[in-house]
């Protein structure tokens, strides 16, 4: 059974910091991209970032770029977003998930792409 954890939302003040970290289990880690999502409440889910496979790739949505960083541990089958100068916009469940790929060097930035997704932590920024 696949299970995506996410841990690490909070309370944070605008240009603050904030680690968000999604563990994985019950499949190869090292086949999937990893994303992360975020929604905001009376919003749709919205792509946030991806890292590929293995090579490591990132791709970011323009609103956070610069100031997001998305990393992962094959080993320790982890992903993580860094978040820094967080902005009240930024305030949305933050959903972590994983895209089988083929090639090594895909960064899926659609739903439809993901096969599996975690249940969110909440990120609240105050301004």
């Known amino acids: 059974q696949v299970q995506l954890v996410e841990s690490g939302g909070g309370l944070v003040q605008a240009g603050g910091s904030l680690r968000l970290s999604c563990a994985a289990s019950?499949?190869?880690?090292?086949?999937?991209?990893m994303g992360w999502f975020r929604q905001a409440p009376g919003k749709e889910r919205e792509f946030v970032a991806v890292i590929t496979r293995s090579v490591g790739s990132t791709y970011y949505a323009d609103s956070v770029k610069g100031r997001f960083t998305i990393s992962r541990d094959n080993a320790k089958k982890t992903v993580y977003l860094q978040m820094n100068s967080l902005k009240p916009e930024d305030t949305a469940v933050y959903y972590c998930a994983a895209a089988y790929t083929a090639s090594s060097i895909a960064t899926p930035r659609k739903d439809d792409d993901y096969n599996f997704w975690g249940q969110g932590t909440r990120v609240t920024v105050s301004s």
């Open positions: 019950g499949l190869t880690f090292s086949n999937y991209a």
